[in-house]
């Protein structure tokens, strides 16, 4: 659930950022549409780093006792 939030946090914040500019500087969706291929990249990158930290971390084996007595 927190790798769907992640993606969908980034993607309308830069929607959001988007339409603020195009409305603080007059364009219609120029930075809308940029700033939203910018988020679904920047969710992405996110979410990868996620997955591979969960990944890594289930891989590791936890510590064996020593039995050199």
Do not use: H
Not at 1 to 29: E, H, R
């Amino acid at each position: 659930m927190q790798i769907g939030l992640t993606m969908v946090g980034c993607i309308l914040f830069c929607l959001w950022l988007g339409i603020k500019l195009d409305q603080w500087l007059g364009t219609k969706g120029v930075f809308t549409t940029i700033f939203i291929l910018l988020g679904i990249a920047g969710g992405g990158v996110t979410v990868y780093r996620q997955i591979d930290e969960t990944m890594t971390s289930s891989q590791k084996k936890p510590d064996e006792p020593d039995n050199e007595g």
